[in-house]
C-alpha cells in the first residue's frame, strides 16, 4: 500500500479490510489529497468521505471507522497515531491485525499481523501447532520468530499464502519448503 506517514498507513490499512491493496491505493490518493490529516478527516461529514471510498469493500461502515477513528486520535492522542496496541485497539476500525501492521510498519516494534494466509501458512509449516484463532497463532509466532525478524517473516508468511501456499490448491511442487512442511509431509503419497 502506498502511503507517506503513519496517519496514512492507518487510513489504508482499515481500508484494505477484505480489500486489496490494488483497490486501496486507487481510492487513498483522492482521499489522502482532501483529507491529509486526522484533523481534517475529523472534521468531514459521511457525505463527503463515502464517494471517496464508495469501490472499497464495507465502504458504508469503514467510512464510519475512518471519521470516528480521526476523532478520537485528535481527542485522546494529540493527533498522533498510538505506538501500542491497546490504544490502536481502541480506535474505530482497529482490531489486532491492523493494530500489530501498525508497530511493525511504523514503529518497527515486534508484531505479527495474522491474516488468513499467516494463519493457514504457519499453521501448514508447522510455525504454530494448534492455534485455533489468529491470537494464539500471533502468540506463537511472536515467541518462537527472533524479534528482529517478525515483519520480514510477516510479509514473507504473506506472500508464500498468496502465491504458492494457496487455500484451495497449494503448489507443493512449486515450494522450496517441503522438507520441513508439516502438511506436505502429511499429504504427499
Known sequence: MAYENPYQ?????????????????MVTPALFE???????????TFE?????????????????????????????????VPNNIPDLETLPG??????????SVVYGLPGMAVDTHVFRVSARLGLTINAKTPLQAEEQLVANIPSQLLPLA????????????????????????????????????
Not at 94 to 103: F, L, S, Y
Not at 157 to 184: F, M, N, W
Request: net charge positive; with cysteine; hydrophobic share 35%.
Open 9 to 25: 498507513l492507518l487510513v489504508a490499512v482499515i481500508l484494505s479490510a477484505q480489500c486489496t491493496d490494488k483497490r486501496v491505493n
Open 34 to 44: 482532501r483529507y491529509p490529516d486526522a484533523e481534517t478527516l475529523s472534521k468531514a
Open 48 to 80: 463527503e468521505v463515502e464517494p471517496f471510498i464508495r469501490s472499497v469493500t464495507f465502504a458504508n461502515n469503514k467510512t464510519k471507522h475512518l471519521i470516528g477513528m480521526a476523532q478520537k486520535l485528535l481527542s485522546n492522542f494529540n493527533g498522533i
Open 94 to 103: 482497529v482490531g489486532r491485525k491492523t493494530a500489530n501492521v501498525i508497530i
Open 154 to 189: 510477516h510479509h514473507w508468511l504473506i506472500l508464500h499464502g498468496r502465491y504458492t501456499c494457496t487455500a484451495r490448491s497449494p503448489k507443493c511442487d512449486q515450494c522450496g519448503l517441503t522438507e520441513v512442511c508439516k502438511y506436505y509431509a502429511a499429504n504427499s503419497h
